[in-house]
């Protein structure tokens, strides 16, 4: 088959590789419906994240399972099926506790670009569909398997709450579905901050109630005023840059919860500041397992649409335009069609 | 008056000042019953906090109102009253959210290591006793104002609970506490890293249900072999360095609670590991205010007795001895009785 492989900063190609094939009695091979273009993709892509060898791409996936191996029990060919981007057995007592994407055994697959797909830990890993979805449904399914899981383990994380202010840091997919997730879990204010017109609408789409476009200090002021000078209850960090998280932590109030989703680059806190700040911290790689079975049943039953945030719908084969798109902030997210 | 004034590094001395007195209508002067010197007084006392002229120093107190402002309506003269070291009003945004130590009108100040304490928004700050106390129960009092207030706020910013696995970083008086109010929370395991016998032995009485020698990565590992590699659900770091913060990080599971309460020196958090360590992070100076009734009434009930951590009595003028001795370690906390 062929898939897609970075070899360098800017040069994705889809070119020749081998067809995954079970590995261990407990992997699964899907036949990818859909995949997609993450914004942590990008570091690579823009060699920011350096890389020695081409690596295969693609951690956001779902799709029909095509092989199980001997040891899998939980989901067999034909379904249709969602996974997260960490492998995870769904046993262990981290996944026990809820942290799927910490646990014990976990293992970080990333070749999902691609027509077929290994799953290590089928059986932890994969949620199945109560049916095989219609055609228009797959979108918002596939966002599932990371970006709605990240935004909405931002808001968890944060413990957005009915009656709090919500500030959201991040206009990119994650935190435009961070909105989604703090309209969800019954924010009464949702401040989302964000300079580009098409991304306010579809944040206003999701429920945002309040936009502001100033950035940094000027953010941080901004955020001030319209708390009153308290401050927000719950500030959802969805960048992962040292400016957002600052700006994300002094728009906090004292005792609020700061959330970050994105894996930090280069960012470094200083112990003090953070003492005074006062602010409860969590965050990390998003645990999306935990939240895949509601997640799959509020877009099944149609309560959400993720999917709005895939702006560019492209062959497989065009992957390339994808991350250019994307990178040039032409797209918010491009799907990919196998 | 005389009072103990700090005059630079191990310059304690105890000397004149002026008395206090009413400057504000919200202001009451207390009668100091006993005072203490805090581990953090031992920054400066040791000259890494610097200090560019002589500082009147303590702020752990109680005693009796001696004299009100004419707006003071909660406490009135001849009471016996406890306060934190931080000023409030007890009625703003964030007091009204239990974090009292981030009021909007906060005061720090420190000069309770005196016979007569000038303490502002008497209101707000001060709690009453039931009571005159007994000479006995002085000591106990006296705790709450912050050592303890201290210790259970780390027990509460790390969400210790029935059935949990609790790790305290840090063996001074505050970490000592920290036991007591764990197991008043009604944990399962208190494992209290300490190499000190006298401080074991104190950590056990308090609750404590096993000791760690061991610091740093040796410490680490024991605390991942004692949860079979799991590590603890709330790990409470009871010292303020960037060893004691990472030791404890490193000992909590993914999704478990790591609480700090001593001002970080020069300490910083490198974001990408503790993004991958999975933990909640909360902590900040110890809003005492909150806690301060419930404590009152567990000492006076007799419920707890954290007055034990006093293991030095020493007449007020010779305060310079009780430093001295915290700062030698021979003991762990120093009382003062004017």
């Known amino acids: 088959?062929?898939?897609?492989?970075?070899?360098?900063?800017?040069?994705?190609?889809?070119?020749?590789?081998?067809?995954?094939?079970?590995?261990?009695?407990?992997?699964?091979?899907?036949?990818?419906?859909?995949?997609?273009?993450?914004?942590?993709?990008l570091w690579p892509y823009r060699g920011i994240q350096k890389i020695d060898q081409p690596v295969p791409m693609g951690h956001e996936y779902c799709g029909v399972v095509e092989e199980v191996g001997r040891d899998v029990?939980?989901?067999?060919?034909?379904?249709?099926?969602?996974?997260?981007?960490?492998?995870?057995?769904?046993?262990?007592?981290?996944?026990?506790?809820?942290?799927?994407?910490?646990?014990?055994?976990?293992?970080?697959?990333?070749?999902?670009?691609?027509?077929?797909?290994?799953?290590?830990?089928?059986?932890?890993?994969?949620v199945s569909t109560p049916g095989m979805p219609a055609e228009n449904t797959v979108p918002s399914l596939l966002a599932t398997s990371d970006v709605l899981g990240t935004g909405w383990f931002a808001a968890d994380a944060a413990e957005v709450k009915p009656g709090k202010t919500?500030?959201?840091?991040?206009?990119?997919?994650?935190?435009?579905?961070?909105?989604?997730?703090?309209?969800?879990?019954?924010?009464?204010?949702?401040?989302?901050?964000?300079?580009?017109?098409?991304?306010?609408?579809?944040?206003?789409?999701?429920?945002?109630?309040?936009?502001?476009?100033?950035?940094?200090?000027?953010?941080?002021?901004?955020?001030?005023?319209?708390?009153?000078?308290?401050?927000?209850?719950?500030?959802?960090?969805?960048?992962?840059?040292?400016?957002?998280m600052m700006q994300a932590i002094q728009s906090t109030r004292p005792g609020g919860h700061v959330s970050y989703v994105g894996v930090p680059h280069g960012m470094s806190l200083n112990g003090e500041q953070l003492f005074f700040s006062h602010v409860h911290l969590h965050g990390g790689p998003a645990p999306v397992r935990r939240y895949l079975p509601n997640l799959i049943e509020l877009v099944w039953t149609e309560q959400i649409n993720p999917g709005k945030v895939f702006d560019l719908v492209l062959p497989l084969d065009r992957v390339a335009e994808g991350y250019r798109a994307m990178d040039e902030r032409t797209a918010i997210k491009a799907l990919l069609r196998p």
Chains 1, 2 share one sequence.
């Open 1 to 41: 088959m062929k898939g897609t492989v970075l070899h360098g900063a800017h040069d994705v190609r889809f070119e020749d590789r081998e067809d995954p094939r079970i590995e261990k009695p407990t992997d699964a091979i899907l036949r990818i419906a859909a995949a997609c273009v993450c914004g942590s993709d």
């Open 73 to 126: 029990k939980n989901v067999k060919p034909g379904q249709f099926v969602i996974g997260s981007f960490f492998a995870s057995d769904n046993t262990c007592p981290h996944c026990r506790l809820g942290y799927q994407s910490s646990c014990q055994h976990r293992e970080f697959f990333g070749s999902a670009q691609a027509p077929f797909l290994r799953v290590p830990l089928a059986d932890g890993t994969l």
């Open 166 to 244: 919500v500030v959201v840091v991040g206009d990119g997919a994650v935190g435009l579905l961070a909105i989604l997730a703090a309209r969800q879990m019954g924010a009464e204010r949702i401040i989302a901050m964000s300079r580009h017109e098409t991304r306010q609408k579809l944040a206003l789409g999701f429920g945002a109630t309040e936009i502001v476009a100033e950035r940094g200090d000027d953010g941080v002021a901004r955020i001030r005023e319209l708390t009153k000078g308290v401050g927000a209850d719950s500030v959802l960090e969805c960048v992962g840059t040292q400016e957002s």
